[in-house]
RNA sequence: CGGGAUGUAGCGCAGCUUGGUAGCGCACCUCGCUUGGGACGAGGGGGUCGCAGGUUCAAAUCCUGUCAUCCCGACCA
């Protein structure tokens, strides 16, 4: 490929709308325009590194026994309402009608219309399991897309769908697509972590993510794992041993139920200052609506609520903290004092947080303003349920050695599904004593363009990215210094050709502008390997240059191409 | 949804307070010069100043509304 003809217009300065450096290099170094928020065009080097992503994608899910197939990215609600997701999906479906005023929506997942493909076509027993899977755009109405493809509300997608009539084939199949996956990314240059993971709008039981670790900025996801064992969890998923299991009041002098004032003390963090107790002394109230109804989450007052924990362990569609208002009118009691002590448990579910559990002669509050209880004990048994968020420096749930955390960009994950679609959906095969039985499935996905995206996110410099070789737009960039010197664009189109040739894929920089603005281009695009054909041809060399270590050598030409063949060929 | 900010040429921005012929840098076109790290000179093209309404002799500028984009937050009592 000819720069000069090469669609793509680099620019001198970082765009002003991203926030992400994989967006900011995408956009300055021309692989992606900008249509509306959270909507891209994919301009040609983009295209390739798509092109390399999925190629790679297809190469291994065929090679795990997967068939590729397309399915519809317009789907009627008939599907959604069968399996019952039209009405719980939420504000992320785009939803629309056509002329006939059908209730129509833009794909965000295929679930459905796989299970409607499977479902009559493949019948019997004899012919599961089967796994299908595509690469396809999708669409989420984000709340607030940002980082550019890292969560854009259109991107391109691989999701694949296995059918089964055993738990045990779909253990088998779960582990085959883990497998698939790690050789997926790290044929894509991407080191990942397979955590453990909430699942999700997705539903079903298992699930893992597969996030690529970054040391701070853009990864979404907090990550829980410890050094000793193998256990890391996504933190709306991960569990944790307290490292102060039982906390007594008793050691700060409040060993005697009381009633006392505390004026206009309304923060976890005044309390424990004005009663000279620590936070994990106190049983913290928080109230919550989950879909327009009361729930108060009684926690240690040293812990939050995570609320994924919490959506599933009410069962609920919709989950937010409550306002002050809404706490008064719930609880009757103004915001700050709340307590389950003396509320209607009929109108208000009260939830346990086992961080709770053990705790003696704590400070709580009484629903009542201006005044807590203190040395207070529980009177009655509870049913303590896990719905706190994790703290780095929690003891491991496996080795009780301490947690860390870091963040991480979830570039894939796999689920197990069971029979979530299959029931509703009424999809079943014959089995072998001549039943109906719904199918029992997993779903397994890969962000297409985020994975890109995270490449970036993780291989970048102060000049620009820097590809894995893998899924780089081009291999080679060829530099001749100077145009309008007939013997370098000679030599360059030479060595260009003989490249062409051995089937690697290469730009020649055949622009007249000065070598520097080629130089900046070629880093800024990132191109894994360099050839300057310049002022050394007079000994008959060119350099190299390797984009990652930065290292130059000076080579003949057919030794380069040699070099090129060899790194590039396998 | 709540809060903040911003919409002026493809990109980055100034101009708005105090209304009076729409500007700068990059990019683009032409000519010259230059060619190993984003050169230089001369000339040139390109903008309904987000949109709608209002005030005014006159609006990018003032007022009202509206749309869009970006950031922060989404209540842990």
Same mark, same amino acid.
């Not at 993971?197 to 990864?219: K, N, P, R, W, Y």
């Not at 985020?450 to 893998?470: L, Q, S």
């Given at each position: ?8 217009q680099?620019?001198? @300065? ?6 992400a ?5 995408? +956009?300055?170094?021309?692989?992606i ?7 891209y ?24 026994g ?42 965000p997942?295929? @679930? ?27 669409f989420?109405? @984000? ?16 999701? !694949? ?10 253990? @088998?199949?779960?582990?085959?697509m ?10 894509? /240059?991407?080191?990942?972590?397979m955590?453990q ?14 996030m ?7 990864? *979404? ?5 410890c ?10 998923? !991960? ?17 005697? *139920? ?6 206009? +003390?309304?923060?976890? *963090?005044d309390? !424990? ?17 989950a879909?327009?109804?009361? +729930?108060?989450?009684m ?23 409550a ?22 448990k ?9 961080? !709770? ?22 009177k ?11 703290? *780095?420096?929690?003891?491991c749930?496996?080795c ?7 963040r991480?960009?979830?570039?894939g ?31 397994? /996905? ?25 899924i ?16 370098q ?13 051995e089937?690697?894929e290469?730009?020649i ?24 054909? /310049? ?14 270590? /930065? ?20």
């Amino acid at each position: 490929m000819k720069m000069s003809k090469l669609f793509v217009q680099t620019l001198r @300065e970082f765009p002003n709308d991203a926030e992400a450096i994989s967006h900011k290099l995408l +956009v300055r170094a021309g692989y992606i325009k900008k249509l509306t928020s959270g909507i891209y065009s994919y301009l040609p080097l983009m295209q390739r590194v798509i092109a390399k992503v999925s190629k790679i994608i297809r190469e291994e899910m065929n090679a795990a026994g997967a068939q590729e197939l397309l399915m519809p990215f317009v789907q009627p609600s008939e599907v959604w309402e069968k399996s019952g997701r039209w009405e719980v999906y939420g504000k992320e479906l785009a939803r629309f009608s056509d002329r006939h005023g059908n209730k129509m929506c833009l794909a965000p997942t295929h @679930e459905e219309v796989i299970t409607s493909v499977v479902s009559g076509t493949f019948t019997s027993y004899k012919q599961l399991p089967v796994n299908l899977y595509q690469i396809q755009t999708k669409f989420r109405d @984000e709340i607030r897309p940002r980082f550019g493809l890292l969560r854009g509300r259109e991107f391109i997608m691989k999701d !694949a769908y296995s059918f089964h009539t055993s738990q045990e084939s779909l253990d @088998e199949e779960y582990e085959n697509m883990a497998r698939a996956y790690k050789r997926i990314f790290e044929r894509c /240059g991407l080191e990942t972590k397979m955590v453990q993971s909430d699942s999700g709008a997705i539903g079903g039981s298992v699930s893992h993510e597969f996030m690529v670790l970054t040391s701070t900025q853009t990864g *979404e996801n907090d990550v829980f794992y410890c050094e000793e064992c193998d256990y890391s969890a996504n933190s709306n998923h !991960a569990v944790s041993i307290l490292n102060v299991e039982e906390t007594d009041g008793a050691k700060f002098g409040y060993s005697e *139920e009381k009633l006392v004032d505390t004026p206009n +003390v309304k923060t976890i *963090e005044d309390l !424990a200052k004005f009663l000279k107790i620590d936070s994990n002394c106190i049983l913290k109230a928080v109230l919550y609506v989950a879909d327009s109804k009361p +729930v108060l989450v009684m926690i240690r007052g040293d812990r939050e609520v995570e609320e994924t924990k919490l959506l599933n362990a009410v069962g609920a569609l919709e989950i937010r903290p409550a306002t002050s208002d809404e706490a008064y009118e719930f609880l009757g009691c103004e915001a700050g004092y709340l307590s389950f002590l003396g509320i209607d448990k009929n109108k208000v579910k009260v939830i346990f947080d086992k961080s !709770a559990k053990g705790m003696k002669n704590f400070v709580v509050g009484p629903n009542e303003p201006n005044k807590h209880l203190v040395g207070y004990n529980f009177k009655e048994e509870y049913d303590f349920i896990d719905v706190a968020l994790v703290k *780095e420096g929690d003891l491991c749930p496996r080795c009780k050695k301490p947690l860390k955390v870091t963040r991480g960009i979830e570039v894939g994950n796999i689920f197990q599904l069971g029979t979530k679609y299959s029931k509703p959906m009424n999809a079943t095969y014959t089995d072998e004593n001549g039943q109906d039985k719904p199918f029992i499935m997993g779903c397994y /996905g890969i962000g297409v363009t985020r994975t890109a995206a995270a490449a970036i996110e993780r291989y970048h410099d102060d000049f620009g990215i820097v590809w894995p070789k893998e899924i780089a737009p081009y291999h080679v960039d060829v530099v001749p210094v100077n145009t309008e010197d007939k013997e370098q664009m000679e030599v360059a189109l030479k060595i260009y050709n003989k490249l062409l040739d051995e089937g690697i894929e290469v730009v020649i920089d055949d622009r007249s502008d000065r070598a520097g603005v080629k130089f900046k281009d070629s880093e800024l695009i990132g191109f894994p390997y360099r050839i300057t054909v /310049g002022k050394t041809i007079s000994e008959g060399l060119v350099e190299f240059k390797d984009r990652k270590t /930065g290292e130059v050598e000076k080579l003949g030409y057919d030794e380069v191409v040699e070099k090129c063949k060899e790194l590039l060929l396998n």
